[in-house]
């Protein structure tokens, strides 16, 4: 394939630290800088934008564990392990949706990914059933769950937010609803 | 009510740091001491950190969402695109598929063709098997129900069948108890048609053994020296070996390897082996490359094909020692030289073969 990928990268380095620093300016950069390389890569082989968007995702979230994990070690270029990752993940989409997969058009180094990618479809199970139970588990559960434990507001915050007389009726509630939701969770 | 809220919290303290250090240590103690506290401090830790990683990754994804924004996808497409002449690669790819699918449906032709071949023969196999629920509901013997009544000697056809080998020359044989248990009598059949009564000596039903042992008054002309000795180390996965059985009357051949050294539920006190056995097999010796018995096969699982258990040859040591001495001459043992070593495998299964022999159970 002839057409060289121009847009600017960032360099493996700011990447890494700027993942562990949670800075949301070397994402940005990141995910401008190698997204062209992946709509390549899935538009030349039987997939569209949305699929080039979900995988490409989906590789990132891998990165960003692995880098998170803190057992992340360069053994290859960034380009050339997220290039793999989500060259992965797309082979075993398409073989899921039972189309073929012989005859790739690689356009860039590969590297073996298949550790990471097992630990990635075991989270990536807990982070669907998580979702499944927060979906069930309905209002004023959802809200007063995801004040405390996502957003981190405090038991009084949000025994002002929903009107409760005073935080022990609130922490009651959240209480009930923890529960309900772990039920929903352990059960799936 | 009030004590479950006031013990998540305190747990919820605990796994964020949040007591004193006195408070901790207090806590911990609990810990220790009631396991149902125990317990829910730790469900409670893994629950909040998958939810904690499901924040984190929403929180991810919502952020790439808002940079994938920041693109133009639209004019990316149309640069990085396939191109035209992609329509040449293409065709070419589906020249290829083409022929993957047409090998594909010769193979799936010829598989069906020798499936269908098979199912003939284990259907009949299966019209004669009958399970005994006794050892574990999801395991089944594999004793034999024999039907026809082919032996002019006996007046009454026996009901059931299973297999056995000699453990000594001066007859005494081993095989499963769930064979012979709640027998009447049992008569055992060699390899040319030659029954002999015996009776129980020695059961065992922690591993489902039993010693037979030829009865009192019956003439046994004896057997030649034992070929085979017991072997009890050394064996592991993926090991060749092979079972002699009685799954109909005349003896059959099953081989396979071994597929683990633990068997149903993780039992040690079994080998699984991926042989392939039929109602009757029960009792028969599981051999290896070598000749040496290293167990005896017992059950299989149910609806799982090609998964059987076999109790490790050190049980049946055990057994045998429990019989006194004196009686048992030039028994089967772990020391003895192997007299097959070298030979062929069609000569080796030859000799074995007059050590196999069918047990009919009457009940």
Same mark, same amino acid.
């Given at each position: 394939?002839?057409n ?33 390389m ?14 080039a ?6 590789g990132?979230?891998?990165l ?51 550790i ?10 807990q ?17 007063i769950?995801?004040?405390?434990y ?28 923890l ?10 | ?10 747990i ?13 240590i ?35 994804k ?9 693109i ?47 199912t ?6 299966k ?14 013997n ?8 082919n ?16 453990l ?5 044989f ?14 055992? +059949?060699?390899? &040319?048609?030659? #029954?002999?009564r ?5 059961? @065992? *039903?922690?591993y489902?053994? !039993?010693?037979l ?47 683990s050294k633990?068997?149903?539920g ?44 076999? +109790?490790?040859? &050190?049980?049946? #040591?055990?057994i ?5 001495? @004196? *009686?048992?001459?030039?028994? !089967? ?14 000569e080796?299964?030859?000799k ?11 009940k």
């Open positions: 394939m002839s060289k990928l121009s847009s600017s990268v960032p360099t493996d380095r700011e990447v890494v630290l700027g993942i562990l620093n949670n800075s949301e300016d070397a994402l940005n950069k990141l995910y401008a800088g190698y997204f062209p992946i709509l390549q890569f899935i538009l030349n082989n039987n997939g569209d934008e949305d699929d968007k979900d995988v490409y995702q989906e990132i979230i891998v960003y564990n692995k880098i998170k994990g803190g057992d992340f070690e360069l053994s290859s270029k960034l380009k050339t392990y997220i290039y793999s990752v989500c060259r992965r993940i797309w082979l075993k989409k398409l073989a899921q949706q039972s189309k073929k997969t012989n005859n790739i058009s690689d356009f860039e180094d590969i590297v073996s990914t298949e990471d990618l097992e630990e990635h479809e075991e989270k990536d199970r982070f669907e059933k998580m979702q499944a139970a927060i979906l069930h588990l309905g209002e004023p559960c959802k809200t769950i995801q004040d405390f996502i957003n981190n507001l405090s038991m009084h915050d949000i025994s002002e937010k929903f009107g409760y007389t005073n935080t022990d009726n609130a922490k009651t509630q959240k209480y009930k609803c529960q309900r939701l772990k039920k929903l969770f352990f059960q799936s | 009510m009030r004590n479950e809220i006031e013990l998540e919290s305190i919820e303290d605990y796994l964020n740091g949040k007591l004193t250090e006195a408070e901790a207090a806590f911990e103690q609990l810990r220790l001491n009631d396991p149902s506290v125990d317990h829910k401090v730790v469900t409670h830790k893994y629950f909040l950190d998958s939810l904690k990683e499901y924040s984190n990754i929403l929180d991810l919502a952020k790439m969402d808002h940079a994938h924004g920041q133009d996808v639209d004019a990316l497409s149309r640069k990085l695109g396939p191109h035209p002449s992609f329509i040449v690669n293409l065709w070419r790819k589906n020249k290829s598929a083409i022929a993957v699918a047409a090998s594909f449906i010769l193979l799936s032709v010829v598989s069906i063709y020798s499936i269908q071949q098979n003939e023969q284990t259907g009949n196999v019209l004669v098997s009958m399970e005994l629920a006794k050892i574990k509901n999801s395991q089944s594999l004793i034999r129900k024999i039907n026809s009544n032996s002019p000697r006996n007046i009454r056809p026996a009901n059931f069948g299973g297999t056995g080998f000699a000594t020359s001066n007859g005494y081993l095989t499963n108890l769930h064979v012979v248990e709640g027998a009447d009598s049992i008569v055992i +059949v060699d390899n &040319k048609g030659n #029954q002999y015996v009776k129980v000596e020695r059961s @065992d *039903s922690q489902d053994l !039993a010693v042992k030829i009865d009192d008054g019956v003439a046994f002309p004896g057997l030649a020296n034992l070929p085979y000795r017991l072997k009890q180390n050394g064996i592991g996965m993926g090991d060749e070996v092979y079972t002699l059985g009685y799954p109909r009357e005349e003896s059959v051949l099953g081989q396979g390897y071994v597929s633990s068997g149903y993780g039992d040690t006190t079994q080998y699984q082996v991926s042989i392939d056995v039929n109602p009757g097999n029960s009792g028969g010796p599981l051999l290896d490359q070598d000749g040496n018995i290293i167990g005896v096969i017992s059950a299989k699982q149910e609806r799982v094909d090609g998964a059987s258990f076999a +109790v490790k040859s &050190k049980y049946i #040591q055990e045998i020692n429990t019989i006194p001495d @004196d *009686s048992l001459s030039k028994k !089967a043992s772990f020391s003895k030289k192997n007299v097959l070593r070298g030979l062929n495998k069609k080796k299964l030859e074995i073969n007059d050590y196999v022999f069918m047990i009919k159970v009457y």
